[in-house]
């Protein structure tokens, strides 16, 4: 009989660096490899995270550590005279035509940006920014531990004035905000709400009537826009995305959320969104805990994407950029492409592993003959690690408690296009997991297993 790929009910086993693709080429589902990590620019910053990146045409803007760097088409970059007053923690940019702006959690900075020099906005009247966004013309703070945004002076972000701010009534504290379909989305304690540019020659942003979104927002770092909609880290430890009419929908499941709940913070959660070929995924980090969670929104359903050694991927930020997807290491500087036919990360290994759904039949004992997958044979490399790629099979008769010796075999070395990969004579069970993991670089891609099995009587 052949084995669905993943169970009716996906809660509390998630793919290890594996995403199902219900589109392949040769009409089957199939896991397929999450992308690998090329490295693209390294100004040998160790110890350094890449707290955020921006791209500005075909410029590459991105702070790395307290610095700024400046960085070309061809991934030449420079240093910008000046630095933040701040080594570590999540920034926040945008630009107009004239200015970049950054906001560090504590100050703000500008750029011009056809220069190669970063000054700190000293006006009196600009707040402590706990983020920042950009429309229409104006460049937006809101106010860290207040209920405050303020706006700049059209066209300059230098320039703040003193009258140009909002404060919400309640005593809820203003915590980010993020722009989604030409509205600026405002996320507080225990509410969010969105705003409109009404025009207003005073001051132009009002709220859209009616309009409160009753969850809030349990991590600054955490939201993200992403195929017309956002998501983010609820004050609760949930990941919300927004739906029609406003409606915030619980994307996580109920297993995802007691996990995150019982980590040592989730305060301090990033999150970061983007597409690549069809699939539009929201990645959220949790740097304390070192784990990071995705959800893929044309699925619906989430992996894990855990380094070699379990602990969080190497991922801080993204950015598009030079038609590549990009993203910064969390604590050596480098920056890397996402690359779904790269199958190291920056040449460490990754480890993939899948637990298939259990295998049982009304209590009774199972006798299992053969077990098989499919994957994308002959993928071996021609020499070094994966000339002759292996798959490890283990399995558990015990709900997943303790699991089986490890059993070996072949991918498929280059060329072996015919080769399935096959274990025997398996024993018996009332139940079984089985569970596959990968850690050659090679093509992962794996397709529905097979297992041929007989029922016992009892």
């Not at 009616?210 to 609760?236: C, F, H, Q, Y």
């Not at 990071?292 to 894990?304: E, G, K, N, Q, S």
């Not at 072949?410 to 072996?416: N, R």
Request: hydrophobic share 35%.
């Amino acid at each position: 009989m052949e084995l669905p790929l993943i169970g009716k009910s996906t809660q509390g086993v998630y793919p290890l660096n594996y995403f199902i693709e219900p589109e392949m080429e040769n009409q089957r589902v199939a896991l397929v490899g999450t992308p690998g990590l090329i490295k693209r620019y390294d100004p040998s910053l160790d110890e350094s995270a890449v707290r955020g990146m921006h791209t500005v045409g075909n410029t590459l803007y991105a702070v790395i550590g307290n610095a700024v760097y400046k960085i070309a088409i061809d991934f030449s970059g420079v240093a910008l005279t000046g630095t933040l007053g701040t080594t570590i923690g999540p920034v926040w940019m945008e630009h107009d035509a004239t200015y970049l702006m950054v906001v560090d959690g504590s100050n703000g900075y500008t750029t011009i940006l056809t220069g190669t020099t970063l000054t700190e906005i000293t006006d009196a009247d600009f707040p402590t920014p706990s983020s920042l966004l950009y429309m229409d013309g104006y460049f937006i703070v809101t106010e860290a531990d207040s209920r405050n945004f303020h706006i700049s002076t059209l066209n300059d972000p230098t320039s703040w004035p003193g009258d140009s701010s909002f404060s919400f009534t309640s005593s809820e504290d203003l915590l980010n905000g993020i722009v989604l379909n030409r509205e600026l989305i405002f996320f507080r304690g225990n509410i969010v709400e969105p705003f409109y540019n009404s025009g207003d020659t005073d001051f132009p942003f009002e709220r859209i009537p009616d309009v409160k979104i009753e969850k809030g927002l349990g991590a600054v770092a955490s939201p993200a826009v992403l195929a017309n909609t956002m998501l983010w880290l609820s004050e609760r430890g949930q990941v919300l995305m927004l739906g029609a009419k406003y409606q915030p929908e619980i994307v996580s499941t109920r297993a995802i959320d007691r996990e995150i709940n019982k980590y040592p913070s989730f305060t301090d959660a990033i999150g970061y969104a983007y597409e690549q070929e069809g699939h539009s995924f929201y990645v959220l980090i949790f740097p304390v805990a070192g784990k990071t969670w995705c959800f893929d929104v044309a699925t619906r359903l989430w992996h894990r994407r855990p380094d070699i050694n379990n602990k969080r991927h190497r991922s801080n930020c993204y950015a598009y950029f030079g038609r590549k997807h990009l993203v910064g290491d969390y604590e050596n500087g480098k920056i890397y492409e996402f690359d779904t036919e790269t199958y190291t990360d920056d040449g460490g290994m990754i480890r993939r592993q899948h637990v298939f759904p259990r295998v049982d039949q009304d209590r009774k004992n199972i006798f299992h003959s053969i077990f098989e997958v499919w994957f994308r044979s002959g993928v071996g490399l021609s020499d070094g690690q994966g000339s002759d790629p292996q798959v490890v099979l283990d399995w558990s008769d015990d709900d997943m408690r303790t699991w089986s010796n490890q059993h070996w075999e072949s991918l498929g070395k280059l060329g072996e296009n015919e080769n399935r990969s096959r274990w025997t004579a398996l024993g018996s069970s009332r139940g079984r997991n089985y569970r596959m993991t990968i850690t050659d670089p090679v093509d992962p891609t794996c397709y529905a297993p097979y297992l041929e099995a007989s029922v016992g009587l009892h």
